[in-house]
């Protein structure tokens, strides 16, 4: 009975993560709709993205602790609420300054969710972590990859947003309302965790390995410089790719460590970054895909470490702490990379920030071995 329930659980925050995955894995298609209808530069709307990598990580650290201590009933249809409104509030800005504050709102609401969803697969199991955290983290790739090609077909941003935000209020806040954690866990809490050193380490690797997966995100296009049919089927296999290496890198994990999984999918998200910038078109399409598909796999892999160093008990509290690094990527993977593009150097950024996460992932467990 207990199996049956928590795969019900993992399914119905896989479902969660569908959704989500629109906030950034539809940017790439819904950024310059948007740019375009609110007649304003490509550079002011991916302000917007960055205001949701800060937003989404913040409020996941501010309400972690609650879903922790109560749990997520109350707190998860709240935080669907607003997801929705991000999305209903964004069809009918008059402005650029509109936009941002209803952006702005829904990522409150995705980030929220987000660590939820994560925590139910972290919590409930501890015998398959890195499986059940890469399933439930696979629907954050699956959800843009359907919804990229309906976006696209719309005739502007306001239709595409209105009916997302529609099917998010009926449908997300329902499902949203199933999500529990389970009772009588163990583990460190957050203020315990953050005095070590080898929790600082590892949070600053976990800055720089998704950097290319954010950067790539946010600016596909004048990263790899494809254009047409090549940059359409590119926008499509990036988050389907991304959402498909989380449960498998995740299975190798259960396998081989979660350690030497992230040092090996560091050094491949490396090269494929290179091969996405300079090859043929072609080689470009399928190393954008190998980026998703070991880039994607980060957050859920740190996610499951978390759990397997620190407990539990306080994995929504520790993971959104850790999570709070993904702004820090954010603001590199999306206004730094703009500026770094235009100057030429957007390149050095994507291949050198996953190499620098290899050698702190050393010296962090290196470090948490000495106890520090």
Excluded: C, H
């Excluded at 935080?79 to 941002?100: H, K, P, Q």
């Excluded at 009588?184 to 070590?196: E, N, P, T």
């Excluded at 397997?308 to 206004?335: H, P, Q, R, W």
């Amino acid at each position: 009975m207990l199996r049956t329930r928590r795969e019900t659980l993992l399914a119905a925050s896989f479902a969660v993560m569908a959704f989500n995955s629109l906030y950034q894995y539809s940017w790439n298609v819904l950024g310059p709709m948007i740019a375009s209808g609110l007649e304003v530069s490509l550079i002011k709307v991916a302000t917007a993205f960055s205001i949701f990598a800060v937003l989404s990580t913040v409020s996941q650290l501010a309400l972690g602790p609650l879903a922790d201590a109560r749990g997520p009933r109350v707190i998860a249809p709240a935080a669907a609420l607003l997801s929705a409104v991000g999305f209903l509030g964004t069809a009918f800005s008059r402005d650029v300054i509109e936009f941002y504050v209803a952006w702005g709102l829904g990522s409150v609401g995705e980030g929220v969710l987000y660590g939820i969803a994560s925590n139910v697969a972290v919590k409930w199991f501890p015998d398959r972590r890195g499986l059940a955290t890469g399933l439930v983290s696979l629907g954050f790739g699956l959800g843009a990859a359907v919804a990229n090609p309906l976006i696209e077909s719309s005739r502007d941003f306001r239709e595409a947003a209105l009916a997302i935000g529609l099917v998010e209020l009926v449908a997300l806040t329902v499902i949203a309302a199933t999500l529990k954690y389970p009772g009588g866990l163990r583990g460190v809490s957050v203020s315990k965790a953050v005095r070590g050193v080898s929790w600082w380490l590892l949070y600053a690797t976990f800055v720089f390995a998704i950097v290319p997966l954010v950067s790539f995100s946010s600016s596909l296009r004048p990263l790899t410089g494809l254009r047409g049919y090549l940059l359409s089927v590119a926008v499509s296999l990036f988050p389907l790719f991304s959402g498909l290496g989380r449960p498998l890198l995740g299975a190798l994990s259960d396998r081989l460590g979660r350690p030497k999984t992230i040092e090996l999918s560091l050094v491949v998200i490396a090269a494929f970054s290179a091969s996405s910038l300079m090859g043929p078109p072609q080689l470009r399409v399928a190393s954008v895909a190998m980026v998703g598909l070991f880039g994607g796999a980060q957050i859920p892999l740190f996610f499951s470490i978390v759990g397997d160093l620190y407990g539990e008990a306080f994995s929504t509290s520790n993971n959104a702490a850790m999570y709070t690094g993904k702004a820090f990527s954010g603001i590199l993977g999306g206004v730094v990379i703009a500026a770094l593009i235009e100057d030429g150097y957007g390149g050095a950024l994507v291949i050198g920030s996953p190499l620098l996460a290899s050698l702190l992932m050393l010296v962090a467990l290196r470090t948490r071995r000495r106890g520090r």
